[in-house]
C-alpha cells in the first residue's frame, strides 16, 4: 500500500497577524534550505524570537490509513520547534492562542522494553508532551528494512523537572560571609559556580540559594561537583570544612555533606556515614540522591555515584525547627579551620511532580513500550561477558552509524580484556572500545548523540555497550599507555567544545584545551596547553 504526500504552502506567507490562510498549490520544497522558515539572522537568534509558518500535508494520489505528523528530533541549532494541528483557514492570530503543541526530545536514560510505562526525557523547553497526546519512540539500534523501529504511545501523565546548569548566578542569592566568595567560572571546559572559603574561621562559609518551585514527597536530586580542596565534612556533629547542599520540602529537608572523611546524610540528629572513600579530589563526579518523604519520620534515600548505587536505605528524616521553604536550594562551602577549600558546581537537577522552567521530564505511558523496543540515550547494546576471552579465529562485525560493516578478526585464547579492546581499537573505525571492569567491554559511536548507532552484526564477546567513555588507549598489560590518551566533547550541532590529551600510566595528567565558537559555528579562540605533547622517544642510529 503506497500514497503520494506533499507538503503545501498557505495563501500568506510573512510575519504579521494575517500569515497563514487557505493552502495554494505551491509545493513545499523537499529538502532544499530555508523551504518553511527563513533563515534567522545572529542579531534575531541572540534578541530570541518566535516565528509561525502554516503547511498543508495533503494526499496527492493512493490510499493513506493512520497518517502521523511529527518532528522526528529536537535541533541542534537551539531552536525549539513546536506542531499544531490547525485549520482550512486559520492564521496567526489564531495560533498564537493555541495551547499543547508538539514537539520533540531525548530520552535522558535507557528505556527497557517492557518492563515501565514511565520515561524520564529531555525536551528543549517545558512543554512539547501533553496528556492526550502521542509520543514516538525511535529505536535507532533497531533497524526493519534499514529504517529504525518506531513505536507510538499514548500519554497519561507528564511532568517537568527542575535544571539549573549553574553556570551564571542570575536567580540565586549570594549569602557569602566576609573571608567567603561565591563567583561564575570556567573548569574543563564548562561554567562552574566557585565556591570557596579563602580564610578559614568560626562558621565561615560560601552560600547561594534559590527557589525551585514545590516539591512532592519523592523526589529525585542530581548534582555534578568537582572538589579542589576540601576538609573534614563533619566535626562534633556539626558541618566543619566539607561541601554540603540541603533542599526543602514541605515537611522535611535532604541534607548532604561531603569531605575528607567521607559522604554524610543528615537525619535531624546525627550525620550518617554514607561512604569513608567515595570522595575524590580533582575529577567531576555526578551524584544522585532518590529520596522519598512518602512517611516523614521513616524518610530514606539511594545514593548513587557516576550511576553506580553507592548506599541505599540512608535516614534523611531531618525536621528542620523552623517551617521549610518547600523547594528551597541551598549549596555551602563551610570553611571553619582549613583555608583555601573549594568545590565547582556544574548542575543542580530536581526530578518531581511539579512543572518547572526547563524540559526535563517524567512521562507516563497508558502502556510499557514492547519488549522488543529498547531506545537508548545513546548508541549502545547491552549482554554479560565474561573474561579471559577465547576469541581465537571469531568474527566481529560492527557498523556505526548506517556506515559499512566492519570486521575485526581475533586470534590467540584466554586474552584479556584489554587486549581485546587493543585488538579491536587497531580496526574499528568511527568508534571506540573500552575496558569495563574486569570483565566486559564497551564500544560506543565517537558521535555523543541519540541519532548515532552501534550495531553488532555477529555474536561477540564484546557486547557489554554501556555509553560514551573517554578514550584511553591501553598496553598489553592492561595499563594506560603514557601520553597516547585523548577525550573530547562537542555541542549539539558538532562544534568542539574542549579537549585532553596526554596522560600518563595511571590514566590522570591530561592537559586540557577549550574552544569557542560564534553564531555562524566558526571557531573563535582556543587555548593551548603549556606543554609539547612527546608520543615516542627512542634513539637515532645512522649506518
Not at 151 to 175: H, K, P, T
Not at 214 to 226: A, D, P, Q, S, W
Not at 506 to 533: E, I, M
Amino acid at each position: 500500500m503506497s500514497c503520494t504526500i506533499k507538503m503545501k504552502k498557505s495563501f500568506q506567507i510573512n510575519d504579521t497577524q494575517s500569515n497563514g490562510g487557505s493552502m495554494v498549490d505551491d509545493d513545499v520544497s523537499n529538502g532544499r534550505p530555508e523551504n518553511v522558515f527563513p533563515n534567522v539572522s545572529g542579531s534575531e537568534r541572540v534578541a530570541g524570537m518566535t516565528r509561525y509558518r502554516k503547511v498543508f500535508i495533503k494526499k496527492e494520489s493512493g490510499i493513506l490509513n493512520c497518517a502521523k505528523f511529527f518532528i522526528d528530533s529536537p535541533s541542534p541549532a537551539g531552536d525549539h520547534f513546536r506542531i499544531k494541528a490547525g485549520t482550512d483557514s486559520d492564521v496567526q492570530a489564531d495560533a498564537a492562542g493555541y495551547a499543547n503543541w508538539a514537539g520533540a526530545g531525548f530520552i535522558a536514560e535507557e528505556l527497557v522494553g517492557g518492563s515501565s510505562a514511565v520515561i524520564r526525557a529531555l525536551l528543549d523547553s517545558n512543554d512539547g508532551v501533553y496528556v492526550g497526546s502521542k509520543i514516538a519512540l525511535v529505536d535507532r539500534d533497531n533497524l526493519t528494512n534499514g529504517a529504525p523501529s518506531i513505536e507510538y504511545l499514548d500519554v497519561s501523565a507528564v511532568s517537568y523537572g527542575i535544571f539549573d546548569g549553574c553556570d551564571n548566578l542570575i536567580g540565586w542569592s549570594d549569602i557569602d560571609t566576609a573571608n567567603a566568595e561565591t563567583t561564575e567560572a570556567f573548569l574543563d571546559g564548562l561554567d562552574v559556580f566557585k565556591l570557596t572559603v579563602e580564610t578559614a574561621g568560626q562558621n565561615e562559609r560560601a552560600t547561594v540559594s534559590r527557589d525551585l518551585g514545590m516539591l512532592g514527597n519523592v523526589f529525585t536530586v542530581e548534582i555534578k561537583t568537582y572538589f579542589k580542596s576540601l576538609g573534614r565534612a563533619i566535626l562534633n556533629n556539626a558541618a566543619h570544612d566539607g561541601f554540603s547542599f540541603l533542599i526543602d520540602n514541605d515537611s522535611c529537608r535532604l541534607r548532604a555533606t561531603f569531605g575528607s572523611d567521607g559522604l554524610f546524610v543528615y537525619n535531624g540528629q546525627n550525620f550518617n556515614e554514607v561512604g569513608t572513600d567515595v570522595v575524590d579530589l580533582g575529577v567531576f563526579s555526578t551524584w544522585k540522591f532518590v529520596a522519598n518523604y512518602t512517611t516523614p519520620a521513616s524518610a530514606t534515600c539511594s545514593v548513587y555515584k557516576n550511576g553506580i548505587l553507592i548506599a541505599s536505605n540512608v535516614d534523611c528524616s531531618e525536621y528542620p525547627a523552623s517551617n521549610p521553604n518547600n523547594g528551597r536550594i541551598e549549596l555551602f562551602q563551610h570553611g571553619n579551620a582549613t583555608n583555601g577549600v573549594t568545590t565547582y558546581v556544574d548542575f543542580i537537577r530536581i526530578l518531581d511532580g511539579t512543572p518547572a522552567s526547563v524540559g526535563e521530564c517524567i512521562i507516563t505511558t497508558s502502556t510499557p513500550c514492547p519488549a522488543s523496543h529498547s531506545p537508548r540515550t545513546r548508541a549502545k547494546v547491552s549482554g554479560t561477558v565474561v573474561g579471559p576471552f577465547d576469541v581465537s579465529g571469531k568474527n566481529l562485525i560492527i557498523k556505526i552509524d548506517g556506515g559499512p560493516a566492519q570486521t575485526i578478526t581475533f586470534s590467540g585464547n584466554g586474552l584479556t580484556v584489554e587486549e581485546v579492546v587493543d585488538a579491536i581499537n587497531e580496526i574499528l573505525s568511527g568508534a571506540n572500545a573500552y575496558p569495563i571492569g574486569s570483565g566486559s567491554i564497551g564500544i560506543c559511536s565517537q558521535k555523543d548523540s541519540s541519532m548515532s548507532s552501534v550495531q553488532i552484526l555477529s555474536e561477540s564477546t564484546a557486547n557489554d555497550i554501556l555509553g560514551l567513555d573517554n578514550s584511553v588507549h591501553y598496553g598489553s598489560d592492561g595499563t594506560a599507555v603514557a601520553g597516547k590518551q585523548f577525550e573530547y566533547a562537542f555541542d549539539d550541532i558538532g562544534n568542539r567544545k574542549t579537549n585532553k590529551f596526554g596522560g600518563d600510566s595511571s590514566g590522570a595528567g591530561l592537559r586540557p584545551a577549550s574552544y569557542s565558537a560564534n553564531n555562524l559555528n566558526q571557531y573563535t579562540s582556543r587555548t593551548v596547553p603549556g606543554y609539547v605533547n612527546i608520543l615516542e622517544t627512542g634513539r637515532l642510529m645512522i649506518a
